[in-house]
């Protein structure tokens, strides 16, 4: 029998352990992960920080127990310390000082990312919380149940750092957002679209400090406030969220890597050794935005990537087709979403690049209830005229609408394409002139 072994089991390992219990029987399939618990849906966090949900109980959607009936050996709380790549055996430890050396004859790594932590003096103080585990979130909660908290300062003005900013005002708490860039989500959208989020925010009582970079966390032995070259915040909890890290540490001396140092991996997930498999948040991915290698750490990516690895070690052939990034996110109701890139990210790349942009209602005029402005904008390569990404924003759920940029990134289409794209209309859902067509049409 084929052995595979899985190192890592959350989004990325999960998907590639159901795909092949589901489809190949034939394998004998053992997991290892460093972790108590699996499929923790980190997108829930702040919902549940911000007791938007009463219970992290539907936050987890596989455990062990499913894996074992399908058939597979499972260890948690079993960290894989070494791969021996050329005699291909794994070696981990489990929390009870038991020790497993475990040959493969195909190798998956879904070891997933790490937060970064800023190099700054401070980090190790109490009430200084990374925010990515199952047990960060409880941890965070336990501490604002039971303790004096007041002031929360969040660091990053990413997507975990604005959902936690709105959690942690949710719950009354004062909160102080910093980014080193001048807006936030700046990954993501281009200011006209950020500006938004930023008055949305304010509105709401968080103090934005933008274009801040902090020195120091300090306190004395719990974290009392944050230092940055400009400002000081009274904190008495802070939450960092500057961006992940690939996890890489197994294979970093054997596997090529990425500049970030994520596995290099091919469009069958396989890495630079035959037999070895890399996905999710420790891989690489193919954007076809810049049509390039990429890292890009989304659950959405690790799944699948989690698919193809999966059907390649059992034997299927399957070609990966890339990723646009495409994301979401919903501050008090306010909807964002964004595809590829931005028009400044695409002008730093070197593009020469513009953007069409449209405002309009969702629904005709005469439609008087649930009838938003929303806000587009799509970015595009004058030369070749590709479309390189989309952004939108509005109160309306407008959130289908992007995959259908994302799939016109993946394709390669022209804005002048999209311009006579078959659009369909209803006054429930949209106009006749609907603002696709009309942002495609305002295309130089
Ligand atoms: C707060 C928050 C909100 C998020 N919201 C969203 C969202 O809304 N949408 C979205 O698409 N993405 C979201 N993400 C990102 C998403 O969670 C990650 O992209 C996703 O978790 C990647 O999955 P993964 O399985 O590749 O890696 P990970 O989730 O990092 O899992 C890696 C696993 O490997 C195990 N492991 C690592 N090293 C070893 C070892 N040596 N031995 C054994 N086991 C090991 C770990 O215990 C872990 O279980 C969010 C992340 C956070 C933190
Ligand atoms: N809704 C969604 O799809 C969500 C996705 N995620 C994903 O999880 C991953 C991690 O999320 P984040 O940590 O929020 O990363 P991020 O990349 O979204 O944001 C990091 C932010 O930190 C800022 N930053 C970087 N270094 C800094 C420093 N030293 N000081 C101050 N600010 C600094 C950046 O400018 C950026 O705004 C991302 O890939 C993200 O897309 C996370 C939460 C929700």
């Known amino acids: ?233 009274a904190a008495d909890m802070v939450v960092l969220g500057i961006g992940f890290k690939p996890n890489s540490q197994l294979g970093k001396d054997n596997l090529k890597l990425f500049k970030n140092g994520a596995y290099l991996v091919d469009r069958h997930q396989q890495t630079s050794i035959p037999d070895v498999y890399a996905i999710g948040d420790c891989a690489t991915v193919f954007d076809n935005s810049i049509q390039a290698t990429n890292y890009i750490a989304l659950a959405t990516n690790a799944v699948r990537s989690g698919i193809v690895a999966a059907h390649n070690a059992c034997g299927t052939p399957l070609e990966s087709i890339g990723v646009q990034g495409s994301n979401g996110i919903c501050i008090w109701n306010l909807k964002m979403v964004s595809t590829g890139i931005s028009l400044e990210k695409a002008k730093k790349l070197g593009y020469d690049a513009a953007a069409a942009d449209y405002e309009d209602t969702q629904k005709p005029a005469f439609i008087q209830h649930d009838n938003y402005k929303v806000k587009i904008r799509i970015v595009y390569d004058k030369k070749t005229r590709i479309v390189l990404g989309a952004q939108m924003c509005s109160e309306y759920d407008i959130s289908m609408a992007i995959h259908m940029f994302s799939l016109a990134i993946q394709e390669q289409v022209t804005i002048d394409r999209l311009k006579l794209t078959d659009i369909f209309f209803l006054p429930h859902f949209n106009k006749p002139y609907n603002y696709f067509t009309m942002a495609a049409l305002q295309a130089e």
């Not at 074992?68 to 050996?73: D, F, H, R, T, Y």
């Not at 959902?163 to 006209?192: Q, W």
Request: hydrophobic share 35%.
């Open 1 to 233: 029998m084929e052995r595979i072994v899985v190192i890592g089991a959350n989004h990325a390992g999960t998907a590639a352990i159901n795909t092949i219990l589901d489809n190949y029987k034939d394998k004998e399939v053992t997991i290892f992960d460093s972790n108590n618990n699996i499929s923790f849906l980190g997108c829930g966090m702040a919902l549940w920080i911000g007791n938007q949900i009463t219970s992290p109980d539907g936050l987890f959607y596989c455990s062990k127990e499913i894996f074992e009936q399908k058939g597979a050996k499972v260890y948690l709380e079993t960290i894989v310390y070494h791969v021996d790549f050329e005699k291909k055996v794994v070696f981990a430890t489990g929390k009870d000082g038991q020790s497993y050396q475990q040959p493969y004859d195909k190798l998956i790594i879904a070891s997933g990312s790490l937060p970064i932590s800023p190099n700054i003096e401070g980090t190790d103080l109490a009430n200084v919380q990374f925010v990515k585990l199952y047990q960060n979130a409880k941890e965070v909660i336990e501490k604002l149940h039971e303790s004096m908290i007041r002031n929360v300062v969040v660091v990053g003005a990413g997507y975990i750092g604005v959902e936690l900013a709105e959690a942690f005002n949710r719950i009354g708490k004062k909160v102080t957002l910093i980014d080193n860039m001048s807006t936030c989500l700046s990954g993501y959208y281009d200011r006209e679209f950020t500006d938004i989020m930023s008055k949305n925010l304010e509105s709401h009582g968080i103090k934005l400090a933008y274009e801040e970079t902090v020195t120091s966390l300090k306190g004395n032995g719990k974290v009392e406030k944050v230092v940055t070259d400009k400002n000081e915040y």
